[in-house]
C-alpha cells in the first residue's frame, strides 16, 4: 500500500469514526446535528390557535390543517411555552435517559389519536403527566427537539441531576472529540509527508 492509500484509508476510517460518534447525542443538551428540532418541535406540539375542548370534529378539522400523517400527536397550551422550554433546564427538568429530560412538573395537554393517514379521529383526551423531551443546545441555548410519549405515566428521579446541568460538559466532550479527529488527521497528514 503506497502512502497516499494509506491516507485515504486513515481518512475514511476518520470520517467514518467522526459520522458514529456525533450520530446521535447521549446526554441532553449537546449541540445539535438538526437545527431546525425547535421549530419543528413547535410546529407539532405548540401551535397558536390549538383548539381547548375536546369536541373530535374540531379536532380533525384543525388536524387536517396541517397533515394526517402521524396517527397520535400531543398538543400542549401555546401559554405554557416558557414553562416547556424550562424543561431542557436544570430548573425545571432532570435528566431520564440519553438526550432525553422529564419535567419536574406534570403538564396538562391534549392528545389525539386519528386513523393512520386518514384525518378519522379515534379519540381526543387531556392529560396530566410529566413531559419527556429530548432536549439539544441550538446556539446559546437547550432547547426540546422532540416530544417522547410518556405512556408509563414516569415521575422524575429526586436523585438525578438537573438537564442543563451538562451542558458545558457536552460542550466540552464535542470539542475533545472534534480535537481528537483533528490530531488523528493531522498525525495522518505528517505520516503521509514523512513517507514521501
Given at each position: 500500500m503506497t502512502g497516499y492509500q494509506g491516507f485515504v484509508s486513515l481518512a475514511l476510517l476518520c470520517l467514518w469514526l467522526c459520522h458514529h460518534s456525533l450520530a446521535k447525542n447521549d446526554a441532553p443538551c449537546q449541540l445539535s446535528k438538526w437545527k431546525n428540532g425547535f421549530n419543528t418541535f413547535?410546529?407539532?406540539?405548540?401551535?397558536?390557535?390549538?383548539?381547548?375542548?375536546?369536541?373530535?370534529?374540531?379536532?380533525?378539522?384543525?388536524?387536517?390543517?396541517?397533515?394526517?400523517?402521524?396517527?397520535?400527536?400531543?398538543?400542549?397550551?401555546?401559554?405554557?411555552?416558557?414553562?416547556?422550554?424550562?424543561?431542557?433546564?436544570?430548573?425545571?427538568?432532570?435528566?431520564?435517559?440519553?438526550?432525553?429530560?422529564?419535567?419536574?412538573?406534570?403538564?396538562?395537554?391534549?392528545?389525539?389519536?386519528?386513523?393512520?393517514?386518514?384525518?378519522?379521529?379515534?379519540?381526543?383526551?387531556?392529560?396530566?403527566?410529566?413531559?419527556i423531551l429530548a432536549c439539544e443546545a441550538l446556539g446559546s441555548q437547550c432547547l426540546p427537539v422532540h416530544f417522547e410519549a410518556n405512556w408509563e405515566n414516569l415521575k422524575p428521579d429526586n436523585n438525578a441531576r438537573g438537564c442543563g446541568g451538562n451542558q458545558r460538559a457536552a460542550a466540552a466532550a464535542a470539542g475533545l472529540k472534534a480535537s481528537w479527529l483533528w490530531l488523528l488527521l493531522s498525525s495522518a497528514l505528517l505520516l503521509l509527508t514523512c513517507s514521501r
Open positions: 413547535l410546529k407539532r406540539h405548540v401551535r397558536p390557535g390549538t383548539p381547548t375542548g375536546l369536541d373530535q370534529n374540531v379536532w380533525g378539522k384543525y388536524i387536517s390543517n396541517f397533515g394526517c400523517d402521524r396517527p397520535t400527536q400531543s398538543f400542549l397550551d401555546p401559554r405554557d411555552l416558557e414553562r416547556v422550554k424550562a424543561v431542557c433546564s436544570d430548573q425545571g427538568g432532570q435528566q431520564y435517559k440519553e438526550s432525553l429530560c422529564i419535567s419536574r412538573q406534570p403538564f396538562a395537554f391534549v392528545t389525539v389519536r386519528s386513523v393512520p393517514d386518514t384525518c378519522d379521529i379515534r379519540s381526543v383526551t387531556r392529560e396530566h403527566k410529566h413531559l
